[in-house]
């Protein structure tokens, strides 16, 4: 099946637009946690890897912005920079601080944290995106088929930084054990799709939550097994779901920095 | 000791034979210390202040205030720290002879041996500062190392040909700003104004004094003797001049020194000189915004400390 804007019911409208939030809203988070690390991670050759990824990552979040606009939200600017954190839907886990401490000052950001929430999250994505390629909406379709080009140097780059220190030293596997139980405490909303989880599933616009949550599963297990490891389970229940607005004041910060020049003048030109 | 004495010398004639008829020196080759000391001082200079000044744009990558800026400012941030770290790959080979390497580098910034330009220790406080930055600090940036295009040591001249070329976009990034902001409401054109008067100084002083008599140091006759570069510290303040004060008039802008004028015979400008002193302090890590730079970067080389101690565990 496929559909084109003219033949859209309004059910599937309603449908592909909260996906596209949910999707647009991760990577507009995703990238900005991701900038924030900007001049301060292990080394410079990572500082240039991974400034990299969060580049590809706010383009993605743009191109996801762009259908929304074409979709007659509204303007993809004021998509990303006007709404207040009760309207966003990403994921809890791409919300979450870096670490400690504000990112104009002096802050105590955790690498550990960054390589399982980054691997973890760019599996999902991979998952995502994969089912996407066979979407009713052709328009995202043919996004996810840009966005997977990229994704496999996102995860080839993260899977080695998760390899690397899961087989090193105690205390770098003390640090990534803590981060994998941070990360796993947040995972629950990832594939959620909130209270139009039947509508967009139903309109098949992509794969079932518990498909999904298989194939990530799934896809990380070599990984898992090759480390001696065992897979972590995803919660049943998100403690909170931000695909429904439900969501942590470190949104609320975020967005205020992410806005904080674009509000001066929403109308102007910048 | 006088037959090694003769040879010395005949090394460092052949050496100089060669830099005269313009062959490029490569980082295996015999080279007096002088020259090895000159290069390690200005390209680990160059390469750390290519780090040092992701901090200030740093700050203005999540804030950048639409989609297509973010991208752009993030685009021309990971630009920088890849010059950063080109420029502490060559310095790197320079350092071998002296058993020194990249962490050694990082403690001379931490202790105050290796500088890092004057422009980046001042602070930010718009947006308008973000595109000031791209178009005149990285505008001053390719004045003086398009001049070193050719410069005797090869490595240096290769890193240069891709930074240069990188940063002409930088510039064009910076200008495309400004031209939003000038071409916006009054608050946006104030904003730019504001961020000239905070900026000007601060360029000047980017070329470097005129003569060592100013700051009691200067390595600039040593670059031009080795074939580094062709001109002095003043000839690139009045490229400069020639070439941004026409841009910024016509934008509606004013240069904050009153004193400023051409003089048509010498096609030389005068201008007010900034304050070489505060110039001194700044480079003594005593400027605005130095302390809060250096500690940053401090705190996240120690807090990524494990990291770097995993990565070698594994690589053993």
């Given at each position: 099946m496929s559909m084109t804007e003219n033949s859209m019911s309004a059910e599937y409208k309603e449908a592909i637009t909260s996906l596209l939030f949910q999707l647009a809203d991760d990577d507009f988070l995703y990238a900005f946690r991701g900038s924030e690390w900007l001049g301060l991670a292990p080394h410079i050759e990572e500082d240039v890897a991974s400034s990299s990824i969060s580049q590809d990552s706010m383009g993605h979040a743009a191109m996801f912005y762009q259908l929304l606009e074409d979709l007659g939200a509204g303007k993809a600017d004021d998509l990303a920079h006007l709404r207040s954190a009760q309207d966003r839907s990403n994921s809890i886990l791409i919300e979450?601080?870096?670490?400690?401490?504000?990112y104009m000052e002096t802050p105590n950001y955790d690498w550990a944290y960054q390589v399982v929430r980054s691997y973890f999250y760019t599996q999902a994505k991979r998952v995502k995106m994969d089912s996407l390629c066979e979407s009713s909406y052709r328009p995202i379709a043919e996004v996810a088929i840009k966005v997977k080009m990229e994704l496999y140097y996102h995860k080839l780059h993260w899977e080695t930084w998760f390899k690397q220190l899961m087989s090193s030293t105690d205390v770098a596997k003390k640090k990534m054990n803590d981060a994998i139980t941070l990360v796993m405490n947040d995972f629950?909303?990832?594939f959620s799709f909130g209270n139009l989880k039947q509508k967009i599933e139903s309109n098949n616009l992509l794969d079932s939550e518990e498909e999904m949550k298989k194939r990530w599963l799934a896809s990380i297990g070599p990984v898992f097994d090759a480390l001696q490891m065992e897979v972590p389970a995803i919660p049943n229940h998100p403690v909170m779901n931000g695909r429904n607005g439900e969501h942590t004041k470190d949104l609320d910060e975020a967005l205020l920095t992410l806005s904080e020049v674009y509000k001066l003048d929403p109308v102007a030109v910048w | 000791m006088t037959s090694l004495c003769n040879s010395e010398e005949e090394k460092l004639a052949h050496f100089m034979h060669r830099i005269e008829t313009g062959d490029k020196i490569e980082a295996d080759d015999w080279m007096p210390e002088e020259y090895r000391l000159t290069l390690i001082k200005l390209i680990s200079m160059h390469g750390i202040s290519e780090i040092m000044g992701a901090l200030p744009e740093k700050e203005w990558v999540p804030k950048a205030p639409s989609l297509s800026r973010k991208l752009g400012i993030m685009a021309k941030v990971q630009d920088e720290m890849g010059h950063g770290q080109l420029l502490l790959r060559v310095t790197e080979d320079l350092l071998k002879p002296y058993g020194k390497n990249r962490g050694d580098l990082m403690q001379d910034l931490f202790n105050g041996d290796l500088k890092f330009h004057n422009v980046f220790h001042m602070k930010t406080t718009t947006w308008a500062d973000a595109g000031i930055i791209g178009w005149l600090v990285d505008g001053a940036a390719i004045i003086t190392q398009t001049n070193m295009?050719?410069?005797?040591y090869g490595p240096y001249g290769r890193a240069l040909q891709r930074i240069c070329a990188e940063e002409v976009f930088h510039a064009q990034h910076g200008e495309s700003i400004i031209m939003a902001l000038a071409e916006g409401t009054n608050n946006q054109k104030a904003m730019i104004q504001e961020s000239i008067n905070y900026w000007w100084e601060s360029l000047l002083m980017f070329f470097g004094p005129a003569s060592k008599e100013t700051t009691g140091s200067s390595k600039q006759d040593l670059t031009i003797k080795y074939k580094i570069r062709t001109k002095t510290n003043e000839e690139f303040r009045q490229i400069f001049f020639d070439k941004y004060i026409p841009r910024i008039l016509s934008l509606g802008l004013t240069i904050p020194d009153s004193t400023i004028k051409f003089d048509a015979d010498s096609k030389i400008w005068t201008y007010k000189q900034p304050d070489w002193n505060e110039f001194k302090k700044i480079i003594k890590n005593e400027g605005p915004r130095s302390q809060e730079r250096l500690n940053l970067r401090r705190t996240s080389y120690e807090n990524n400390a494990w990291v770097r101690d995993a990565l070698s565990a594994v690589v053993n």
């Open positions: 979450r601080v870096n670490g400690e401490g504000y629950g909303d990832v | 295009l050719g410069a005797s």
